[in-house]
């Protein structure tokens, strides 16, 4: 039967991390919380908080980001399945379900690299989608995957990843889609900037997970070859596309939530044409 570490990446956050908590009590076999950034008082109280829950807790330099603590997290997990989920995120009693019956079933096939779910858009009160978008991985075998620690990149499979029916509830304090997350969140900017620079290297030089490979995955070679070029091209058919899956999806039009992809990535390739330009001048 398969055993499975939850592996959390927080920055403070202790309220969602204690909500998350309590929604998926038994669900897990380990548990483990990093901290995005160092912390003068180790006994800080998220960090009692989480030994109190039986966990085991790090704190990591600041990255702005999770996915360089990935590395680290998995492998210290005791157990080759990862749960992963972030604070702000609750499992549908569905999805619940499922976990508790994975852990009791046989080992997956070998090619089964893990699974991936529903997650839906959330207004800031409520969700307002129902099955759009799909493809959020959260439970892999770590033996099974290879990845580097790069915002917006996720871990690719070794064999695939088994798409599910079920809810994963992505529930910040403010809207999960739209504009003003692009374009007003100073995070986005940190994570353009942080993307732009990456791709200014080899993925290899990121903390890397089964990753040995010093080209980048099309989606970011494109970028890199032909920045101008792909930002007009993702600006304009990725939000086409988008609205074309959202319709399919939920009989329903939503543009600021389908432009969202396709505005980002055009202001990624934008920054890495500023960051190459200013590298050149140098």
């Known amino acids: ?8 990446c927080i920055h403070g956050e202790q309220q969602l991390l204690t909500r998350l908590l309590e929604s998926v009590k038994g669900c897990y076999d380990q548990l483990i919380v990093v ?16 030994t109190a829950s039986g966990g085991e807790y790090f704190s990591r330099p600041r990255a702005f980001q999770q996915e360089p603590h990935w590395p680290f997290a998995w492998a210290k997990a005791r157990h080759n399945w990862i749960l992963r989920l972030d604070a702000d995120e609750l499992p549908s009693p569905e999805l619940r379900d499922w976990l508790h019956a994975f852990r009791q079933r046989a080992e997956p096939e070998i090619f089964v690299a893990g699974y991936t779910c529903i997650w ?3 207004n800031g009160r409520t969700l307002i989608t129902q099955n759009w978008p799909a493809g959020r991985i959260f439970l892999f075998d770590r033996n099974r995957v290879r990845f580097f620690g790069m915002v917006e990149q996720v871990p690719l499979p070794d064999g695939h990843f088994e798409p599910l029916p079920l809810v994963l509830e992505h529930r910040p304090a403010r ?4 504009l003003h997350n692009l374009l007003v969140r100073r995070q986005a900017y940190r994570w353009r900037s942080v993307i732009a620079q990456s791709l200014l290297g080899k993925p290899t030089d990121l903390p890397c997970w089964r990753w040995t490979d010093e080209s980048w995955p099309p989606v970011w070679e494109e970028i890199r070859r032909h920045p101008l070029r792909t930002a007009l091209h993702r600006l304009i058919v990725w939000p086409l596309r988008s609205l074309r899956d959202f319709w399919r999806h939920e009989h329903k039009l939503l543009p600021a939530a389908a432009s969202s992809g396709g505005i980002h990535h055009c202001l990624i390739a934008l920054a890495y044409w500023r960051a190459r330009r200013s590298l050149a001048k140098q």
């Open 1 to 8: 039967m398969p055993a499975l570490s939850l592996i959390i």
């Open 35 to 50: 901290h995005d950034g160092l912390e003068e008082d180790e006994q800080s109280t998220v960090s009692q908080f989480v």
């Open 120 to 122: 839906p858009l959330w």
């Open 175 to 178: 809207k999960s889609y739209g």
